[in-house]
């Protein structure tokens, strides 16, 4: 089972996707090879961090006790699936540097292990993971030297990717994450029950 994902490291739904995926994945007990995309929810945010709750406020101009509220309505539907948010205590950046060394890790097969780490640390902990030195740690227990992560972030690779990413996104109409396309031939577009999801893979798997 080929699995195409489009999602943002900062993306508190497509944490939620992501084990809500898994959940089904583990009842139909297939095999899976996961293909991750990357999809900036704001290509144009800035490398220095910023609070979440205040950038939310200001984009929908409420108070900030206002998006707070609204952060607590997704954190009560993460914990219905285990995952304890913070996110009135997140920071915000660009998430370029997240997205290309998640494709360095996929060149060695450990972009999942290395994804959920970053989903639990910035979600669960509120950490932050857009610098060389947020990533560091990160990086390094994936088998990610330092010196790969300070070239990766002084260099243009991947970024090529990053683009075709976006394009190919563009070309499916993609307009919000997470998105998953299962097989090629199944997509589900949001962080859906795991009830859809076995369907939707079982489809796939029927129709391949």
């Known amino acids: 089972m080929r699995i195409d ?13 992501f084990v809500r995926l898994e ?14 995309h990357a999809y900036q929810l704001d290509k144009e945010a800035t490398e220095e961090p910023y609070l979440a709750v205040e950038n939310l406020a200001e984009k929908y101009g409420i108070p ?9 309505n997704v954190s009560s539907i993460a914990e219905s699936e285990g995952l304890h948010y913070q996110l009135d205590k997140t920071y915000g950046a660009n998430t ?3 997205h290309r060394l998640l494709m360095m890790a996929a ?10 780490k970053l989903f639990n640390a ?12 947020d990533l560091r740690p ?42 998953f396309v299962f097989n090629q031939r199944v997509a589900v ?5 795991t009830e859809l999801f076995v369907q939707a893979i079982q489809r796939a798997l029927h129709e391949g």
């Open 23 to 36: 959940k089904a994945i583990d009842q139909l007990d297939v095999e899976v090879e996961l293909y991750l």
């Open 122 to 133: 910035y979600f669960e902990k509120a950490e932050k993971i857009f610098s060389v030195e």
């Open 96 to 98: 370029q540097l997240a």
């Open 64 to 72: 900030v006790e206002g998006a707070i509220e609204m952060m607590g």
């Open 189 to 193: 577009a949001g962080a859906e029950s």
């Open 138 to 179: 990160f990086a390094e227990s994936v088998g990610i030297k330092i010196e790969e992560l300070q070239n990766l972030a002084s260099s243009d690779l991947y970024k090529d990717i990053l683009q075709s990413d976006k394009e190919l996104a563009d070309s499916l109409e993609i307009r919000g994450v997470p998105f």
């Open 5 to 17: 994902v489009w999602s943002d490291v900062v993306c508190p739904w497509c944490y939620i996707g």
């Open 107 to 116: 060149e060695r097969g450990v972009h999942h292990d290395l994804l959920f």
